[in-house]
Nanobody, 124 residues
Framework: QVQLVESGGGLVQAGETLRLSCAAS????????VGWFRQAPGKEREFVAI????????RYADSVKGRFTISRDNANNTVDLQMVSLKPEDTAVYYC?????????????????WGQGTQVTVSS
């Protein structure tokens, strides 16, 4: 079992920066690839980014490429999502999720563990 807890969300203005963190406990964190997803009001949950078990590979949604950076610190069991140049359309609840292998196109249903989410609101 792996427990995931997100933090770092908040209310910011467009153009500002936020850094989200996903803290893991339980099984060896380096055994899992970790992804970030988000769900805006009235919309389906969507993929944001994924990072491989040791951080050598990552993939981003086109909508965040160049603005968001995913990173991980296996020694501290955390995966961060640095978000710069935030836009109002980035407003959503952000979730981290873990799966046993790095598969950059894996759908949400193939992630084994999920956090509870953290709210990000970007005002214009």
């Amino acid at each position: 079992q792996v427990q995931l807890v997100e933090s770092g969300g908040g209310l910011v203005q467009a153009g500002e920066t936020l850094r989200l963190s996903c803290a893991a406990s339980g099984r060896s964190f380096s055994s899992f690839a970790v992804g970030w997803f988000r769900q805006a009001p009235g919309k389906e949950r969507e993929f944001v980014a994924i990072i491989s078990r040791y951080g050598h590979n990552a993939r981003y949604a086109d909508s965040v490429k160049g603005r968001f950076t995913i990173s991980r610190d296996n020694a501290n069991n955390t995966v961060d999502l640095q978000m710069v140049s935030l836009k109002p359309e980035d407003t959503a609840v952000y979730y981290c999720a873990a799966r046993s292998s790095y598969s950059p196109h894996a759908p949400m249903g193939q992630y084994d563990y999920w956090g509870q989410g953290t709210q990000v609101t970007v005002s214009s």
